[in-house]
């Protein structure tokens, strides 16, 4: 069966400090992987999507980068974090072809002081 | 621009009766709907789905209807328990297994069950 993990689970850090969020997924190849966001709040906004090793589309401008170096790992970062940055982070996966389901890890809060 | 829209905040409803969540959307070009569950502090659960070819998709106590038309889809609960308290997503996407497929959400409702 497939997982995905998330880390670290929760993350306070100062304003201007850098970021990184790691996700990895188990048990399926060559997946889809987004980057969501959760503020206060809110909706669900879709930050950034890779449909393949090095190939990043991001959804709106904003402080935030993201990577895939290998097949199964996605990572969130930011060279220098914003208030506005604070919110739980979800990474998702989902099969290349077939249905749209995606499959949400467990998230990341974090906090930025 | 909003383009699922999940009009109700939240939801109480007491245990063992219907719990009806609502969601509507403005894109004609969405053809694939889903129903997310999401506990504080965790990942959203997926939860039940229906394409636009169907106007109904049942799947235990869960059942999705859709209404083309009226852009409108709702998420019945039957009968609803205490462990079903949590947020619900609506969500929507454009393309049916495109390889870019992306989701929009709705902002949630937070559905409580009373004991």
């Known amino acids: 069966s497939q997982t995905i993990h998330q880390w670290p689970a929760t993350l306070v850090q100062p304003v201007g400090s850098p970021l990184s969020l790691e996700c990895t997924v188990e048990?399926?190849?060559?997946?889809?992987l987004y980057w969501y966001r959760q503020a206060a709040g809110r909706g669900l906004q879709l930050l950034f999507y890779?449909?393949?090793?090095?190939?990043i589309s991001s959804e709106v401008p904003q402080n935030l980068s993201a990577s895939r170096p290998q097949d199964r790992q996605f990572i969130l970062s930011s060279k220098k974090l914003l208030l506005s940055d604070s919110g739980f982070y979800l990474c998702?996966?989902?099969?290349?072809?077939?249905?749209?389901?995606?499959?949400f890890g467990p998230g990341t809060r974090l906090t930025v002081l | 621009d909003q383009q699922v829209k999940q009009n109700s905040p939240s939801l109480s409803v007491q245990e063992g009766r219907i719990s009806i969540l609502n969601c509507d959307y403005t894109?004609?070009?969405?053809?694939?709907f889903l129903w997310y569950k999401k506990y504080p502090a965790e990942g959203p659960t997926f939860l039940i789905s229906?394409?636009?070819?169907?106007d109904k998709n049942e799947d235990g106590r869960f059942t999705v209807f859709l209404n083309k038309s009226a852009k409108h889809l709702s998420l019945h609960i039957v009968p609803s328990q205490p462990g079903d308290s949590a947020v619900y997503f609506c969500?929507?996407?454009?393309?049916?297994?495109?390889?870019?497929?992306?989701?929009?959400f709705g902002t949630g409702t937070l559905l409580a069950v009373q004991p």
């Open positions: 048990g399926t190849s060559n997946p889809n």
């Open positions: 894109n004609s070009m969405f053809d694939y």
């Open positions: 229906i394409s636009s070819i169907k």
């Open positions: 890779s449909v393949g090793i090095g190939q």
């Open positions: 998702a996966w989902r099969r290349l072809a077939g249905l749209n389901e995606q499959f």
């Open positions: 969500a929507a996407s454009e393309k049916y297994g495109g390889a870019t497929n992306k989701l929009i």
